[in-house]
């Protein structure tokens, strides 16, 4: 049987998805205020963009931009209503007199219309972390720009940004306040799976470059304690930078030859890669240690800001959770972030703001990387 308060267009489907709750709460909202447009006054902070759907945010936009009846003519004639109707349709041309009766219909108790504004609320602020999260998926992937890394940092700033307005709004008695207490504070959605480093041809030669030019200059290590093993793109070139920095750290002599004999006692040396193999690899550095890591740390940060993105997204994308869980689950998930970050920013000098940066381009200061008409292609297995 149609639902009257649902009408769908014919698409020529036999199944449409249902309404969700949040369609069911902005259609008890507007009855409520269409009912007693008083109570427009016990609405706050609601706004026409955080309905899901465009009708309704104009009949709340054309709601706010007329001064509500008296009360006894507004019990005579159906003055409001009309008026509503009116100052709605330029933006939602489809609206009739009978849908805003259907909403009347729709409301339970016009008394409650607070709550149905926080539920619409607490909907529009799981979407629109979701599309935050989007956002800092994107710039992830998005290599082609000058500074993939301060892209991601500056979307990661505006998503962190709204978490923390959001946990300014979710108090007690909001909607998920004393429900996430119930609940516990933590999502129960179960996490992502993590995506795998960017391994490519490009990534996978700038690691060997970075252990050769390590091997040749294995001073630079000293001051490279920003890097970490679990940077590495391959498991087997992280572990070949531990052999390395425990070498330097003891003050051992570091050649290929001595680097070989390390792998070994580390078991490193299998059917990945032969001796012959990582002593080739060693070989041949090009440019500097520090240029490479650099390289290797950047792809790992934005690996890292994809998976915090993942699992923001499967976060806000589950409607079991509350606004309470959302602010917990995604501020833990921004923690994951928190540490590659400061150690990006120990290698780079201090970023601008972005209104400076667009103001003007500061100049780059890069380090030595390889020559133009150096060769770039090895093969390791």
């Keep these: 049987m149609p639902d009257p308060l649902h009408p769908q267009p014919d698409l020529g489907l036999d ?9 069911y709460a902005e259609q008890a909202l507007l009855g409520a205020l269409l009912l007693d447009p008083q109570q427009l006054k016990t609405i706050d902070a ?20 007329l001064l509500p009846p008296a009360a006894e003519a507004h019990a005579r004639k159906p003055i409001w209503l009309n008026g509503v109707l009116h100052a709605a349709r330029p933006e939602a041309p489809g609206l009739s007199a009978a849908y805003l009766h259907s909403l009347v219909h729709a409301c339970p108790w016009a008394g409650h219309a607070a709550a149905y504004a926080r539920i619409v609320r607490a909907d529009h602020a799981r979407r629109a972390l979701r599309m935050h999260a989007q956002r800092l998926g994107q710039s992830a992937t998005d290599t082609t720009g000058p500074d993939p890394a301060g892209v991601v940092l500056d979307q990661a700033d505006v998503l962190a940004r709204f978490v923390d307005e959001l946990a300014g709004r979710v108090g ?14 933590l999502p129960r ?15 996978l030669e700038e ?40 070498q330097v750290h003891r003050g051992d002599p570091v050649d290929a030859v001595t680097v070989l004999w390390e792998a070994q006692h580390r078991g490193l040396l299998t059917t990945d890669i032969t001796p012959p193999e990582l002593i080739a690899l060693l070989s041949t550095p090009v440019g500097s240690p520090e240029h490479w890591g650099e390289r290797v740390l950047q792809r790992a940060l934005l690996t890292r800001a994809y998976a915090v993105a993942l699992r923001i997204q499967a976060f806000a994308g589950d409607p079991a959770n509350t606004p309470h869980q959302l602010v917990t689950g995604s501020r833990r998930a921004l923690a994951d972030l928190t540490a590659i970050r400061a150690r990006w920013q120990r290698t780079t000098p201090p970023r601008p703001s972005p209104a400076l940066r667009r103001a003007s381009i500061p100049p780059t200061a890069a380090r030595a990387g390889p020559p133009a008409a150096a060769s770039m292609h090895r093969t390791t297995r």
């Design 15 to 23: 199944e449409t998805a249902p309404p969700q709750p949040v369609h």
């Design 46 to 65: 609601l706004e026409p963009s955080h309905f899901s759907d465009h009708s309704h945010a104009a009949l709340f936009t054309a709601m706010r931009s």
């Design 172 to 185: 007690a008695r909001g909607v998920g306040g004393r429900l996430a207490q119930a609940l516990g504070s």
């Design 189 to 203: 959605t179960p996490p992502p799976t993590a995506p795998p480093h960017h391994a490519d041809e490009e990534a």
């Design 207 to 246: 690691e060997r470059l970075l252990l050769a030019s390590a091997t040749a200059r294995p001073d630079g290590l000293k001051s490279m304690r920003w890097l970490q093993a679990e940077d590495f793109a391959l498991p087997l070139h992280g572990a070949l930078f531990q052999c390395l920095s425990a």
